[in-house]
Structure formats: C-alpha cells, structure tokens
C-alpha cells in the first residue's frame, strides 16, 4: 500500500498573510405575475353585475402581453401594479355579485 493513503493534513492556520476574500453570486429569480383568468372568467359568467366581472375577464386576457412587456423592459413595478388592478376588479365584481344575488333572493 502507498504511503500517501495513510497520510492526514492537519488543518490549521491558512499560512497565506492575504484575508480570505469571498465571491457572492446573485440569482435572479423569475417574478411571477398572476393574471387571474379562472378567477374572471367565474366573475363574468356568475357575477357579472355592471359588468365588472366582463371588464376584469378583458383585462386579464391582456395582462400577459402587458406584464410581459414589462418585465423585458425591467419594470416589475409596473407589471406587478397591472396584476394588482386586475386583483381589485375581480375583488369588487366578486363582492358586488354576492350582494346583488342576496338582494335578488331577499326579494
């Protein structure tokens, strides 16, 4: 058998007078921007009241064109904000729906 097999290196002070340096990477990760399609096709075939489910079912299926131009241009903000929009039309339909079909069964 070799002799190198038998040998350990103690690990000790680094003998090198430099600090250690160190590198950091960064990842971007891909932002994901929710469009809510299901979400505003539900609203505008069940809860179309004013027709705001219709206006968020619209401007869901333009939200991909739109927030993916923004991404290649580096505005996430903006792209972000679009899906938020789309988010608070859906909420409102939703909410206006449930009232108008409690209003509909009061009567």
């Not at 921007?33 to 809860?47: E, K, R």
């Not at 333009?62 to 290649?72: F, G």
Request: charged fraction near 15%; proline fraction near 6%; aromatic fraction near 8%.
């Amino acid at each position: 058998m070799l002799k190198e097999e038998y040998e350990v290196d103690v690990l000790g002070v680094p003998h090198n007078p430099a600090p250690p340096t160190s590198t950091v990477i960064h990842i971007l990760s891909k932002t994901y921007v929710p469009n809510h399609v299901i979400w505003s096709l539900f609203n505008t075939l069940f809860m179309n009241s004013c027709c705001l489910g219709f206006v968020a079912f619209a401007y869901s299926m333009n939200l991909p064109q739109k927030s993916r131009d923004r991404k290649t241009v580096g505005d996430l903000t903006r792209a972000q904000a679009c899906a938020s929009t789309n988010e608070c039309l859906n909420i409102w339909a939703l909410i206006l729906g449930i009232i108008t079909t409690i209003l509909l069964i009061i009567t």
